[in-house]
């Protein structure tokens, strides 16, 4: 797959474990965010990352961290986890972070299966 | 900041006729309504977008129209084929420093042959 990849695909870890989620995209962009996808309920945005600088953290509980080491590759770091945390977590790229009068569609990564034991 | 609420949650059609998908949104100031379909087990993929200062887009059988005052904008599939089949989301962004999407809770679109 090109564009925006994620690995691992699926993860199964322990509420003690600490594990790392990664996303890299190979289309130029600036701007980079992670979203959970639980079912039944709206993509919830997590993070937003403009130029490696965080701009958008919803009150996201500490036990995930997030980590930008630059403009491809984006990282979410996980640790004592709860089963409620079981969900698909998407990364998504845009060329740039929105300006007011201006438009940037977002491109998904394939997902990370995620569930917390 | 902005809800956004998306009906219905389940919609099944029979191939060939049309689909409709409904979401509002409570953010006066969005100005940009993208629409996602995801496939079973894919990524979420953009199909077509409408920004604020339009009334209706259409992209061959796709069409989204946008009612400001009611705050209110809808996707429209005719001529629905059994690839239409996934679960299509809604979003309104912001104009907050992120500019961020919120999403709809999806829609699953079921084409019956």
């Known amino acids: 797959e090109t564009g925006v990849t994620q690995t691992p695909r699926h993860l199964v870890m322990g509420m003690t474990n600490k594990k790392s989620l990664k996303c890299e995209q190979h289309l130029g962009h600036n701007a980079m965010y992670w979203y959970k996808q639980s079912a039944k309920k709206p993509l919830e945005l997590m993070f937003v990352?403009?130029?490696?600088?965080?701009?958008e953290n919803n009150s996201v509980p500490s036990r995930f961290s997030p980590e930008c080491p630059n403009s491809s590759h984006l990282f979410l770091h996980l640790h004592t986890l709860q089963p409620e945390d079981s969900a698909l977590y998407l990364c998504?790229?845009?060329?740039?972070?929105?300006?007011?009068?201006?438009?940037?569609?977002?491109?998904f990564g394939p997902g990370t299966r995620l569930t917390v034991l | 900041g902005e809800n956004v609420e998306q009906h219905p949650s389940t919609l099944s059609v029979q191939e060939g006729d049309s689909a409709v998908i409904k979401c509002t949104y409570s953010?006066?100031?969005?100005?940009?309504f993208p629409w996602y379909k995801q496939e079973l087990g894919k990524r979420p993929q953009l199909i077509i977008d409408i920004r604020s200062n339009v009334g209706e887009k259409k992209d061959q059988r796709i069409a989204v129209t946008l009612n400001k005052t009611a705050k209110h904008f809808s996707l429209h599939i005719t001529e629905t084929q059994p690839e239409d089949s996934a679960v299509y989301f809604c979003?309104?962004?912001?104009?907050?420093?992120?500019?961020?999407?919120?999403f709809g809770s999806g829609t699953q679109l079921t084409v019956l042959p």
């Open positions: 953010d006066s100031a969005s100005n940009y």
């Open positions: 990352y403009s130029l490696e600088e965080r701009v």
């Open positions: 979003a309104a962004r912001d104009t907050g420093s992120a500019r961020q999407l919120t």
């Open positions: 998504a790229s845009s060329q740039y972070l929105a300006g007011v009068s201006s438009y940037n569609e977002q491109f």
